[in-house]
């Protein structure tokens, strides 16, 4: 998930976790979260350039985490926890978008607490992430991936800079309804892949598959796309990205115009980069042809509700975007 502003961050991972047996009472705390409810938690967030950023704390130690629906679990960051759990190394890979990311090691986090809420047996990945850390000039303890947020419905609002977890039962109905004070205005399904939110879209009215990532600063769009839909990208300049694995290459940055998702879901003219998704697609588990991430949170107030399928919209007040 970078090169302070024009850098980017995606973190995805297409692999089963093997179940690390520990007993440790070990929970994690959002410092600044307000309980309202006894299923809802609301969490102020900042922004570090195009990342979602909240406060935690765990083991004693205070940092930030970003919020990334592209990672399929939670992360831990190695330099802040070098002996946590005595760790397990994987058997196995893990595909990031750049390259594969070796040397990791997984233990299962026996309580996870927001507040009120808790969660349960959690897995979590450890590696090494200090070069995100450097480069964002914050404390990083980690990132909180799906394995975290599928049990709630997520409302990511970047007007008011603050995410908003509701409990939901497996049938995705919100165990409390008195959550949100704005109107839902719209709403679109998607296709969970994995871990993956997959929606179906237009660029030019050229058909599209998109992958929504809330940890990519920037865009993404494949080269190998319709040419009648890489007409309507209009490329700018050129900008250095580094993932996950620290491996940088170079790419074309622009704008995307005529991103399409139904009849009432179209966007604005995104900032986008053009790069060949090859270990993107690896990455996922699936053949998409573009990434939508902080241009398409900051034109939407989106609330996702994994267990439905289903995106909800919030209109931004008026003459404030």
Do not use: C
């Amino acid at each position: 998930m970078l090169r302070f502003f024009y850098s980017i961050l995606f973190l995805a991972f297409g692999i089963n976790l093997a179940h690390a047996n520990d007993d440790t009472h070990t929970p994690i705390f959002f410092t600044q979260a307000e309980v309202l409810n006894n299923h809802t938690t609301r969490i102020p967030f900042k922004l570090v350039d195009h990342l979602i950023v909240v406060e935690a704390e765990l083991l004693n130690k205070k940092g930030k985490f970003i919020i990334d629906t592209g990672s399929e679990t939670m992360i831990l960051n190695e330099v802040h926890f070098p002996n946590f759990y005595g760790f397990q190394k994987k058997n196995q890979e893990t595909s990031g978008v750049l390259r594969s990311i070796e040397n990791l090691h997984e233990r299962r986090i026996k309580e996870f607490a927001i507040e009120s809420l808790k969660l349960h047996n959690k897995d979590s990945d450890v590696i090494d992430i200090s070069h995100i850390e450097k480069s964002k000039k914050i404390k990083l303890l980690g990132i909180i991936g799906y394995s975290v947020l599928k049990d709630y419905e997520v409302f990511i609002d970047l007007y008011l800079n603050q995410i908003t977890l509701t409990k939901v039962d497996r049938f995705g109905n919100k165990l409390n309804n008195n959550v949100y004070l704005e109107k839902i205005e719209d709403s679109l399904s998607f296709n969970l892949k994995n871990h993956t939110i997959i929606v179906n879209g237009t660029i030019n009215n050229q058909e599209v598959k998109f992958g929504i990532d809330t940890a990519a600063e920037f865009n993404q769009i494949n080269r190998k796309v319709n040419r009648k839909a890489l007409k309507y990208f209009i490329p700018k300049r050129r900008i250095s990205l580094s993932g996950i694995g620290n491996k940088k290459i170079v790419v074309l940055a622009g704008k995307l115009h005529r991103v399409k998702l139904s009849e009432t879901v179209y966007f604005g003219p995104m900032l986008t980069v053009l790069t060949n998704l090859n270990k993107m697609n690896d990455a996922f588990g699936t053949q998409l042809d573009g990434i939508l991430g902080y241009e398409f949170f900051a034109q939407k107030r989106t609330i996702i509700n994994y267990q439905k399928e289903k995106l909800y919209f919030i209109n931004y007040p008026l003459n404030t975007r």
